[in-house]
């Protein structure tokens, strides 16, 4: 049995340079041969012209993925961390898939639990994307998906599991597997895989779990981590504060509004509320100064900041300056997921 992590990002770009060289040539070669028989009087027929188009589009999916692996190695790439729904993009992933009947693809059965983390949407899409794109490369059996919340590591796991075709002995891995381990580094997802024979296991440990879904009602879970929290709500616009109310109601929280910042510093001098939402309208020099003020405190409240627009969420980041967001558009929703990450995570 083989057990390997998945390599350090930037360890082996000088490979896949060679790498993508060499696999971008290869269909655009026989493309090009194809095309000269074409120009030499040989008319083309149905299947020949489909296998140009294939050949054209691999070529074409093979430059993607060395774009995609440049702008991830060059370390470039800004992520905003928000709820996302492990669960449903792989569905629609492998839905996809389907759709698009790709001849000799491995069929996917996929066991997936309700699993949501605290990640890149776009990040992990494209690693999600990579490694099944790697499972079509390399797997001669069906591909079995199965993704677990585990609750009590606050982690996610996604296994993969497939018997592999056979390969030279040494033969590098596949493009997309080079993707998939980068996008897993920048997203701070491990990565490791597990080869017995020809049987092969990758799994894919996916930090921050959150529990509550973006499109659901709080669970049992989450309503018993918020009970009893204090929330200061500074919003002078009454349509906000009666927002923020319904957003809130049933999670047991013991909430206070204000109207200024003035009578958020008079409420705070009395005692730290658990969590502070504010609408944008106060942001601003002397909410700063009360922010920071509080942050020099023992137990400070994380702060979150309600804008005009917007359906999603986006934690709180390392730095003196970040404050976590949610869009007005998507309060029900966003609210309760916002208050059980930052106040998980304060506990």
């Known amino acids: 049995m083989k057990i390997q992590e998945a390599p350090v990002a930037g360890s082996l770009l000088h490979d896949v340079l060679g790498q993508l060289a060499a696999e971008v040539a290869e269909p655009l070669t026989r493309a090009l041969e194809r095309l000269r028989a074409f120009q030499a009087g040989q008319v083309p027929d149905a299947r020949q012209l489909q296998i140009l188009q294939d050949e054209l589009a691999r070529a074409r999916r093979i430059g993607i993925l060395g774009q995609q692996i440049a702008r991830l190695a060059s370390g470039a790439v800004r992520q905003v961390p928000e709820p ?17 009947a790709v ?39 069906t591909i079995e998906l199965r993704l677990d919340p585990r609750p009590s590591s606050a982690q996610a ?21 080079q ?8 997203l701070g997802a491990r990565a490791t895989i597990e080869e017995d024979g020809t049987a092969v296991t990758l799994a894919l440990h996916f930090e921050r779990l959150v529990t509550l879904s973006a499109h659901a009602e709080p669970s049992a879970t989450d ?13 002078p616009e009454r349509d906000i504060r009666n927002q ?9 929280l013991l909430v206070d509004y204000v109207g200024s910042v003035d009578a958020a510093v008079d409420y705070c001098a009395d005692g730290l509320p658990q969590a502070v939402v504010y609408a944008s309208t106060l942001a601003g020099a ?18 979150i ?12 980041r390392p730095g003196d300056e970040a404050v976590a967001r949610v869009g007005l558009d998507g309060l029900a929703q966003a609210l309760p997921a916002a208050l059980v990450i930052e106040l998980t995570r304060r506990r």
Not at 118 to 130: P, R
Not at 224 to 235: D, E, I, K, N, P
């Open 84 to 100: 996302t729904d492990l669960c449903a993009m792989l569905d629609e992933l492998i839905d996809d898939r389907r759709k698009a």
């Open 103 to 141: 001849p000799g693809a491995a069929p996917v059965h996929a066991t997936l639990a309700p699993a949501a983390v605290v990640a890149d949407t776009g990040m992990t899409g494209a690693l999600l994307g990579a490694m099944l794109d790697w499972c079509d490369d390399c797997a001669r059996s």
């Open 223 to 235: 309503t018993r981590r918020l009970a009893g929290c204090q929330l200061l709500v500074l919003a």
């Open 157 to 177: 796991v996604l296994l993969c599991r497939f018997n592999r075709k056979p390969r030279p002995a040494g033969a590098a891995e596949p493009l997309a597997w």
């Open 179 to 186: 993707l998939m381990h980068l996008a897993a580094a920048a």
């Open 286 to 303: 002397p909410l700063e100064r009360l922010r920071r003020r509080l942050n020099a405190e023992s137990g400070a409240p994380p702060f």
């Open 244 to 252: 923020v109310r319904l957003a809130v109601q049933g999670l047991d």
């Open 305 to 316: 900041e309600i804008t005009p627009e917007g359906h999603g969420f986006e934690p709180l």
